[in-house]
């Protein structure tokens, strides 16, 4: 039992200390891409919570016209 207790630790310190390496089945155009969405998608977020926050993310109901 006490084997088996040590077995299991080893293996498990051995897969969380080599990890999966820096980027592995990714090019650096892949991950470029990828960081870019990332900061795409995070700009696009920002700018709904700031028109919220302004209340400029939906028409004016003072005028009967519509408004943009």
Known sequence: MKKAIIV????????????CGKGIGMTAAER?????NIQDV????L???INVLLHSDRPSRLSDKYIR
């Open 42 to 45: 995070g700009a696009k977020q």
């Open 8 to 19: 299991i630790f080893l293996a498990s310190a051995i897969t969380v200390l080599s990890g």
């Open 47 to 49: 700018n709904d919570d």
């Open 32 to 36: 470029q891409r990828q960081y870019m």
